[in-house]
């Protein structure tokens, strides 16, 4: 028998911490996701996590908590991917410490990723964005930080732990205004800031008046730095607000990645070739940022324009005969 517990604790102090380097969202991730399992399998077996083996993780196991993560938990494709790509990184670890149980490793490594629908992204209208930016109550404390918080969200494009992880020593608000974060990969990157952006933060950086430059630029009420749940939970409020002047937001749910998403396609409207825009969103490859082409239909349209013979006026085809439109129907 092999104990899992001091194989699960050296992955995450050897392998991850002193090996790999491993940032503190990875290893938050991983930890999340081991929590996940040795709860299920408390559930599932009765025995407590420090009391498991590691004969208890086989493939069949794995694979009834991956279907648990999806049909119990709600979870995404991509959730359930991210989950097993973190189990996969432990039983790689494990067939170094534990080379007597080859057999069941391997089974668990050959677990593959479910393949996942790619959706065209959503994004906000220019009016859309503006009922946003408008939402908050700016005679309030929180309501001026919330469109502080808006205002920077849907100009730069930064990913929610970006936002978060913000201080106000990253604001430069001098000559060629910008704001500096670690993104992704742990990628140190700058964005310039427009003039109205500039002026919101500024009068927020006049009130928020910060103790040190280490002090998160967007805080609670007490000087603590906002979660990522607390981000989603003031956009969706702000959201709420916006749809009763703005109807078309009822039927979209607005989350930080949709003001990102949002950023891009503002970029993509004024010509900016992809290629920025993936240094902008601190993109990996510029394949990432082609999803906004996708979601374009303005530019799809202007596409198509171009390929109208002269003239001619633009119909629809209609089907010259009663059995071909039927077969056009089904």
């Given amino acids: 028998m092999t104990a899992l517990a001091p194989i699960m604790e050296a992955f995450f102090t050897d392998r991850l911490m002193t090996q790999q380097g491993a940032s503190p969202h990875t290893i938050a991730s991983y930890r999340d ?3 996940l399992l040795l709860g299920y399998l408390n559930t599932r077996t009765g025995k407590l996590p420090a009391r498991l083996d590691l004969t208890d993780l086989d493939a ?6 991956l279907q648990h993560l999806e ?22 670890y494990a067939s170094l410490q534990a080379p007597q149980h080859a057999n069941l490793i391997s089974r668990v490594l050959a677990i593959q990723t479910k393949r996942t629908t790619s959706t065209i992204v959503s994004f906000l209208s220019r009016p859309e964005l503006d009922a946003l930016l408008a939402a908050p109550n700016r005679s309030t404390w929180h309501g001026r930080r919330d469109h502080a918080l808006l205002v920077l969200a849907a100009q730069t494009g930064l990913r929610v732990s970006e936002l978060t992880g913000l201080t106000t020593g990253d604001l430069h608000l001098g000559t060629g205004a910008q704001v ?12 310039p800031l427009t003039t109205h952006t500039k002026a919101v933060l500024t009068g927020w950086l006049d009130e928020r008046r910060p103790a ?14 906002l979660s990522h749940d607390a981000v989603e939970h003031l956009i969706k409020k702000h959201a709420a607000t916006a749809a ?14 949709t003001l990102r998403h949002t950023a891009a396609m503002e970029l993509l409207r004024a010509g900016v070739d992809v290629t920025v825009i993936a240094l902008w969103l601190g993109h990996e490859s510029p394949t990432t940022t082609r999803i906004y082409l996708h979601a374009d239909m303005a530019l799809k349209e202007k596409a198509l324009a171009r390929t109208t013979p002269l003239g001619t006026t633009p119909d629809r085809y209609q089907a010259p005969d009663a059995l071909l439109a039927f077969l056009n129907q089904l």
């Fill in 33 to 35: 996701t081991f929590k």
């Fill in 60 to 65: 069949t196991v794995i694979g009834d908590f």
């Fill in 71 to 92: 049909t119990v938990r709600g979870n995404t494709v991509a959730s359930r991917n991210t989950r097993l790509a973190a189990i996969h990184s432990l039983f790689r």
């Fill in 180 to 191: 500096s974060c670690r993104g992704k990969g742990r990628k140190d990157r700058c964005t």
């Fill in 212 to 225: 040190a430059d280490t002090d998160p630029l967007f805080c609670t009420r007490p000087g603590g730095r």
């Fill in 244 to 257: 009763e002047a703005c109807p078309s937001l009822q039927v979209k749910t607005v989350t930080p990645h």
